[in-house]
């Protein structure tokens, strides 16, 4: 075997150095590719490895087939929605929408604005009612109080001028009592005109007064004819009788006096009536004398 091996010609070991300086100098390349190769292959084999830890893993905490349809179904869920948030993306809004945006903010503005013074009205209004109802409450105590009040006075307003005429009514049984006594006729005749002063007093008290009739003028409007009567001592239309006392109650006429008024006879009223034109024509000069000298008067005034 030794034999048969060639010996290297010249050729030979020429090339022999320039190979093991190329070796030499690919040596570290190959070195630093055997080192990548190795830890390719080490990759290799640790990447099942770690696949496998994984499976094993996942195995072990793997869900429940019923909680992992519940994922499942959630997923789905969210997904659909976040699809349809996405559809329903609104387009960016145009200047008119943005106006009618503004137009609404100030419209539900103005709106509370309105429901805070309708709350106030509201407030208002009841309590004008709760016055109306106590207003109407006292009324309704008020119209009650009356009534009673003229059912009072209506049974014993008079009560007051009752008590002053039981003295009246005691001073005209004494008189009666006198009455049966002939001998003491004067004391019954004061007692009786004491009695009726002391009635009109009682009138007075309560504002009623007899209206004054004789001798004076007739008026219609206190006093009522009864007739007429011929008289040379009274002028005529005056009261000369008087046959029923009228009454006032304060500024009411509660009866007129029933009177009878003087009348001149037919010859004293011719006479009157010539006498009535002399005086008319006396005074007639006297007025015209009077007048130029007021004139004068005027006159010489006006001058100075």
Same mark, same amino acid.
């Given at each position: 075997?030794?034999?048969? &091996?060639?010996?290297?010609?010249?050729?030979?070991? &020429?090339?022999?150095?320039?190979?093991?300086?190329?070796?030499?100098?690919?040596?570290?390349?190959? /070195?630093? *590719?055997?080192?990548?190769?190795?830890?390719?292959?080490?990759?290799?084999?640790?990447?099942?490895?770690?696949? %496998?830890?994984? =499976?094993?893993?996942?195995?072990?905490?793997?869900? $429940?087939?019923?909680?992992?349809?519940?994922?499942?179904?959630?997923?789905?869920? #969210?997904?659909?929605?976040? /699809?349809? /948030?996405?559809?329903?993306?609104?387009?960016?809004?145009?200047? %008119?929408?943005?106006?009618?945006?503004?137009?609404?903010?100030?419209?539900?503005?103005?709106?509370? %604005?309105?429901?805070?013074?309708?709350? @106030?009205?509201?407030?208002?209004?009841?309590?004008?009612?709760? =016055?109306?109802?106590?207003?109407?409450?006292? #009324?309704?105590?008020?119209?009650? !109080?009356?009534?009673?009040?003229?059912?009072?006075?209506?049974?014993?307003?008079?009560?007051?001028?009752?008590? *002053?005429?039981?003295?009246?009514?005691?001073?005209?049984?004494?008189?009666?009592?006198?009455?049966?006594?002939?001998?003491?006729?004067?004391?019954?005749?004061?007692?009786?005109?004491?009695?009726?002063? =002391?009635?009109?007093?009682?009138?007075?008290?309560?504002?009623?007064?007899?209206?004054?009739?004789? +001798?004076?003028? #007739?008026?219609?409007?206190?006093?009522?004819?009864?007739?007429?009567?011929?008289?040379?001592?009274?002028?005529?239309?005056?009261?000369?009788?008087?046959?029923?006392?009228?009454?006032?109650?304060?500024? !009411?006429?509660? !009866?007129?006096?029933?009177?009878?008024?003087?009348?001149?006879?037919?010859?004293?009223?011719?006479? !009157?009536?010539? &006498?009535? =034109?002399?005086?008319?024509? &006396?005074?007639?000069?006297?007025? @015209?004398?009077?007048?130029?000298?007021?004139? $004068? /008067? $005027?006159?010489? +005034? *006006?001058?100075?």
């Amino acid at each position: 075997m030794v034999e048969d &091996e060639k010996k290297p010609g010249p050729e030979e070991l &020429e090339e022999k150095p320039e190979k093991e300086l190329e070796a030499e100098e690919s040596a570290p390349e190959e /070195k630093e *590719e055997k080192a990548e190769e190795e830890t390719e292959v080490k990759e290799a084999k640790a990447e099942p490895e770690a696949e %496998e830890k994984e =499976q094993e893993e996942e195995k072990s905490i793997e869900p $429940s087939p019923e909680l992992q349809q519940a994922l499942e179904e959630a997923v789905k869920v #969210f997904e659909k929605k976040e /699809k349809a /948030k996405k559809e329903e993306a609104p387009p960016p809004p145009s200047e %008119e929408v943005i106006k009618l945006r503004m137009e609404i903010i100030d419209l539900k503005h103005r709106i509370r %604005e309105l429901e805070t013074e309708l709350e @106030q009205k509201i407030k208002e209004i009841k309590q004008n009612y709760e =016055q109306a109802m106590l207003i109407k409450k006292q #009324f309704d105590d008020y119209k009650v !109080r009356v009534m009673k009040e003229r059912a009072d006075w209506f049974n014993y307003g008079h009560e007051p001028i009752i008590k *002053e005429l039981l003295g009246v009514m005691d001073n005209l049984e004494r008189a009666i009592a006198h009455a049966n006594r002939p001998e003491d006729f004067e004391s019954l005749k004061q007692g009786v005109e004491l009695t009726y002063k =002391q009635f009109l007093q009682v009138l007075e008290k309560f504002g009623v007064k007899q209206i004054k009739a004789l +001798g004076e003028p #007739f008026d219609p409007n206190y006093h009522e004819a009864m007739a007429t009567k011929e008289s040379k001592d009274h002028p005529p239309g005056t009261v000369i009788e008087e046959h029923i006392k009228g009454y006032m109650l304060k500024d !009411r006429l509660l !009866r007129p006096s029933m009177v009878t008024t003087s009348v001149l006879p037919p010859g004293e009223k011719k006479t !009157r009536e010539v &006498e009535e =034109q002399k005086e008319s024509m &006396e005074q007639e000069p006297e007025n @015209q004398e009077q007048e130029p000298k007021a004139e $004068s /008067k $005027s006159l010489e +005034g *006006e001058e100075e």
